[in-house]
């Protein structure tokens, strides 16, 4: 299915919006998740992917923290570069600044707090863009958040678009 969306420079058929904890782990070869989340990739262009421009902040903020417990620690110049190696293979996609706001409203309104806004945020813009998968390594979390958008792993992935 063909879908337009106010970021993506044409009209693309989009397979899954991808979360910033996916991108991280395709960043990262010593993370956890590294293979399967690489191998997203790995079919030469079969699938055409999506990441929410806000999730590129999210995991510029993780890569190139400098906390005691700041497990990447990229440089601003290596975090740069990562992100644009994702950004060259993927679609751009956004929430108008209204919709953020109301999405954080929203989120406010029901009680949420912390990071999970950030999960709100990437579930509004696949909602917004006529998405109707994210690929992500917090399954739970995004599935409670939206209920009507198939959720699963990039392994999972992998096994129902074979």
């Known amino acids: 299915m063909k879908r337009s969306t106010p970021f993506a420079s044409a009209i693309v058929a989009i397979d899954a919006l991808l979360d910033s904890n996916v991108v ?4 990262v070869e010593a993370h956890e998740h590294h ?3 690489s191998n997203l990739f790995a079919d030469d262009g079969r699938w055409q992917f999506a ?9 510029y903020s993780t890569l190139t923290r400098r906390t005691e417990r700041a497990p ?3 440089t601003p110049e290596e975090a740069r570069a990562a992100l644009d190696s994702i950004r060259a293979i993927t679609i751009l996609v956004g929430l108008t600044p209204a919709r ?5 409203r929203d989120y ?3 009680g949420g707090i912390g990071a999970r806004l950030y999960d709100r945020l990437i579930g509004e813009a696949a909602v917004a863009n006529g998405i109707g998968r994210i690929v992500t390594w917090n399954v739970g979390h995004m599935q409670r958040l939206f209920p009507n958008i198939d959720v699963m792993t990039p392994e999972r992935f992998a096994r129902v678009r074979d």
């Open 24 to 27: 991280i782990a395709m960043l």
């Open 35 to 37: 293979a399967p989340s």
């Open 51 to 59: 990441v929410a421009a806000h999730s590129f902040a999210e995991a």
């Open 72 to 74: 990447f620690r990229f």
């Open 100 to 104: 953020t706001y109301a999405a954080i």
């Open 108 to 110: 406010a309104q029901g």
